[in-house]
Nanobody, 130 residues
């Protein structure tokens, strides 16, 4: 497994932007498909975005499509989530997660399921005020 540490959360006004980072330990980061999930109080954890091992393929939840961008730097063992045009409903704890994958490219439908992921970070809080 890989250890994950998120950073970059905070408080922002609606319409603003935040950039989250997730640093991974170990030398096998490029073997993992990476995902971002979020969980608001009283709600289930939900998929936000995922990126393939190479970074060539991405997937987004409909609620964030066009506003959020996931990217990765395999040389730095880091995955990012750029969040623009933030809304109050984006308020949640954001988690990055890693899933070992044999496929270098492509994000499949089952990669959106949190149960597929092996390693999780501790989470970082994002709060968007109206």
């Amino acid at each position: 497994q890989v250890q994950l540490v998120e950073s970059g959360g905070g408080l922002v006004q609606a319409g603003g932007s935040l950039s989250l980072s997730c640093a991974a330990s170990g030398r096998t980061f490029s073997s993992y498909l990476m995902g971002w999930f979020r969980q608001a109080p009283g709600k289930e954890r939900e998929f936000v975005a995922a990126i393939s091992r190479s970074g060539a393929s991405t997937a987004y939840a409909d609620s964030v499509k066009g506003r959020f961008t996931i990217s990765r730097d395999n040389a730095k063992n880091t995955v990012y989530l750029q969040m623009n045009s933030l809304k109050p409903e984006d308020t949640a704890a954001y988690y990055c997660a890693a899933k070992r994958s044999l496929l270098r490219d492509g994000v499949r439908s089952w990669d959106l399921d949190s149960r597929e992921y092996d390693s999780w970070g501790q989470g970082t809080q994002v709060t968007v005020s109206a």
